[in-house]
T-cell receptor, first 111, second 113 residues
């Protein structure tokens, strides 16, 4: 069974708006990662947050982690049409040998 | 660096045929994994390896075999293809340690008829 579950399944916004995606998971984790997948391509690693961290930033990306609620959120600020893609969270357990992915959020940014 | 290279990019098999999906990385990554991606299902882990000579099963290992004779290569073998194995297969690799994300290949789209 999948470890992470993203919400919403699909999100459509206008260029310049912020996009927020959520991820919930079931078991204890060592870290949580977010990936982007453009249509027909492989996944690209965006950001990793460890279980002892609460917030992390990378450019226009902001990730939060609440281990008490077993949830994470990815915020993309000032979105661009090029941000149109599917976004996946992945959780690592123990030594992160076994990464489990959710079903993803499909983000569409309209110009 | 080429990163993670998967071959072939597309493949059509008949039910019962066998084949090997190739995966090679040139980043000296110890950890490698195979995932399959089906519509609405996200990525599901098939097999993974933490180093040459070491492999382990993931969520959906049935019908697939792997081996890891070198650090660079991690082939995935379909023993007797079934229509349920129609999917997009991704290979990924990373360095050890909890602070490293995976580098993914571009995928192999497999259709079993």
């Amino acid at each position: 069974s999948q470890q992470g579950e993203e919400d919403p399944q699909a999100l459509s916004i206008q260029e310049g708006e912020n996009a927020t995606m959520n991820c919930s998971y079931k078991t204890s984790i060592n870290n949580l990662q977010w990936y982007r997948q453009n249509s027909g391509r492989g996944l690209v690693h965006l950001i990793l947050i460890r279980s002892n961290e609460r917030e992390k930033h990378s450019g226009r990306l902001r990730v939060t982690l609440d281990t008490s609620k077993k949830s994470s959120s990815l915020l993309i600020t000032a979105s661009r049409a090029a941000d149109t893609a599917s976004y996946f969270c992945a959780t690592g357990r123990y030594n992160n040998n076994d990464m489990r992915f959710g079903a993803g959020t499909r983000l569409t940014v309209k110009p | 660096n080429a990163g993670v290279t998967q071959t072939p990019k597309f493949q059509v098999l008949k039910t019962g045929q066998s084949m090997t999906l190739q995966c090679a990385q040139d980043m000296n990554h110890e950890y490698m994994s195979w995932y399959r991606q089906d519509p609405g299902m996200g990525l599901r882990l098939i097999h993974y390896s933490v180093g040459a000579g070491i492999t382990d099963q993931g969520e959906v290992p049935n019908g697939y075999n792997v081996s890891r004779s070198t650090t660079e290569d991690f082939p995935l073998r379909l023993l007797s293809a079934a229509p349920s194995q129609t999917s997009v297969y991704f290979c990924a690799s990373r360095s050890p340690g909890t602070g490293n994300g995976y580098t993914f290949g571009s995928g192999t789209r497999l259709t079993v008829v």
